[in-house]
């Protein structure tokens, strides 16, 4: 019973700073709060670069990677009963993960191009 006062009472306080937090905020804009600000200049360019997509692409498939080895790293100490099970399950992820990337790279993902 006490866990579900408590999280009827993170959930009141949390609704009621979130009802705080709209209610007492202004918004005046003008067009120096609107304006680029580049050390006190002017702008010299645009503030809107192209991006390239192959840096997007590469990060997307480090955060996949990176959660790979955030997700097997512990999963031998969460289910230390069956070694076979831990194996299994590890191998499906890395297999999936590998097929993916096999995927991107046959897509043409992977080649960076100017």
């Known amino acids: 019973m006490s866990i579900m006062i408590m ?5 009141t306080i949390s ?5 705080i937090s709209f209610w007492l905020t ?3 804009p003008n067009y120096e709060k609107l304006s680029p600000y580049e050390c006190g200049f002017d702008p ?3 503030a809107r670069l192209p991006f390239s ?3 997007f692409l590469v990060a997307i498939l480090f955060i ?3 959660l790979e080895i955030a997700l097997l790293l512990p999963t031998p100490w969460a289910t230390q009963m069956s070694p076979t099970n831990t194996l299994t399950w590890s191998i499906m992820i890395l297999t999936l993960l ?13 080649d960076w191009a100017e």
């Open 15 to 19: 609704t009621i700073l979130i009802i």
């Open 44 to 46: 010299f360019g645009s």
């Open 98 to 110: 590998t097929a993916g990337l096999m995927y991107e790279w046959a897509q043409g993902g992977l």
């Open 7 to 11: 999280m009827i009472i993170t959930t």
């Open 53 to 55: 997509i192959q840096f």
């Open 64 to 66: 996949l990677f990176d």
């Open 26 to 28: 202004t918004s005046n």
